[in-house]
Structures are given as structure tokens and as C-alpha cells.
């Protein structure tokens, strides 16, 4: 079994069950301190449309967050979840934008990660 995540008629993600639930978790939570829509929309309980403004917004919010801090704790917990949300925009036609070597290096990182569709 496994997680289906699309924008409109293309899956951008199709992750493992255990995967998919624990970036869901972690998607809402973030969202939820940050006080923003995740821009997720359960479908059913394995399968979520992404509905993409309110998933990019949410997604810029981590991102300058994580690069705001300074806290290696925050910013690694931030990651998990930021990683995986880059390739998703990426998939989706929506990459973002590195404005510095580090934020470089995430993108990169990140789009290296072994993401099935």
C-alpha cells in the first residue's frame, strides 16, 4: 500500500503507507503553528489532492523559516518535511527558488531523495 499525492491529474508522490501518514502528520502540525492552510485535501485516507497556492504558500513559510533560524534542532526537524515538500513543487511546476549556496544545498539534497511517482 502506499500514499498518492496529486495536483490535478498527475502524481507528483506515491509514497510507502508509513511515509505518506508521518508527512501528512508533519505537514499539519507545521501548518498549524504557522497558522496556514496545508493546501492538503483528503480524498481518501491514503490519497490527497494538493491544492498548490495554499501548498506553495505553506511551503515558503517552512522554507524561510528553516533559513531564518539559526537553531540546528528547528531546522533539522523542519527538513523532514521541507525536503520532500520541495520536489513535490518542483514536480508540480512551482520550484522554488535558492537566493543562497545553503538554500542551495537543501534544493539539491533534496531533489536527490528517491521519490517515486
Known amino acids: 500500500m502506499s500514499y498518492v499525492f496529486?495536483?490535478?491529474?498527475?502524481?507528483?508522490?506515491?509514497?510507502?503507507?508509513?511515509?505518506?501518514?508521518?508527512?501528512?502528520?508533519?505537514?499539519?502540525?507545521?501548518?498549524?503553528m504557522l497558522n496556514l492552510p496545508t493546501g492538503l485535501i483528503e480524498i481518501a485516507s491514503d490519497m490527497y489532492e494538493i491544492e498548490l497556492d495554499s501548498y506553495e504558500t505553506l511551503v515558503k513559510a517552512i522554507f524561510e523559516m528553516n533559513f531564518s533560524s539559526g537553531h540546528p534542532v528547528l531546522r533539522g526537524l523542519l527538513e523532514a518535511v521541507l525536503a520532500p515538500s520541495v520536489v513535490v513543487l518542483d514536480r508540480a511546476g512551482r520550484p522554488l527558488t535558492a537566493t543562497s549556496p545553503e538554500q542551495l544545498d537543501l534544493i539539491t539534497r533534496a531533489q536527490a531523495l528517491s521519490m517515486p511517482q
Do not use: C, M, N
Open 6 to 32: 496529486d495536483v490535478g491529474d498527475d502524481t507528483v508522490w506515491s509514497p510507502a503507507l508509513q511515509i505518506g501518514d508521518l508527512y501528512v502528520r508533519f505537514l499539519r502540525e507545521i501548518a498549524e
